[in-house]
């Protein structure tokens, strides 16, 4: 079952942890900062949810959350 957290709250409960978000609500509606989402996943490893963003598996975004919530799962896609 989903569970829907802001993105501080993901960060308190789930420090320095790979995520695998879906219902993604961006701030503003910029497609780039996360407000709230549902966690999916938060037992795979930053590969696996990366194969599965790429691959659209249940429209999942990988996502990495640390002290400052800064998003750095995809960071090194370029």
Do not use: C, H
């Not at 795979?44 to 691959?55: G, H, I, S």
């Not at 640390?66 to 995809?74: A, E, I, M, S």
Request: charged share 25%; hydrophobic share 40%; glycine share 8%.
């Amino acid at each position: 079952m989903a569970e829907r957290l802001t993105r501080e709250q993901m960060a308190q409960k789930y420090p320095n942890t790979w995520l695998g978000l879906v219902n993604i609500k961006y701030a503003n509606d910029d497609g780039v900062t996360l407000e709230a989402a549902d966690i999916i996943y938060t037992d795979k490893t930053e590969d696996e949810l990366f194969e599965m963003q790429l691959d659209g598996i249940e429209g999942v975004i990988s996502w990495y959350t640390n002290d400052n919530g800064l998003p750095l799962g995809v960071a090194g896609v370029l």
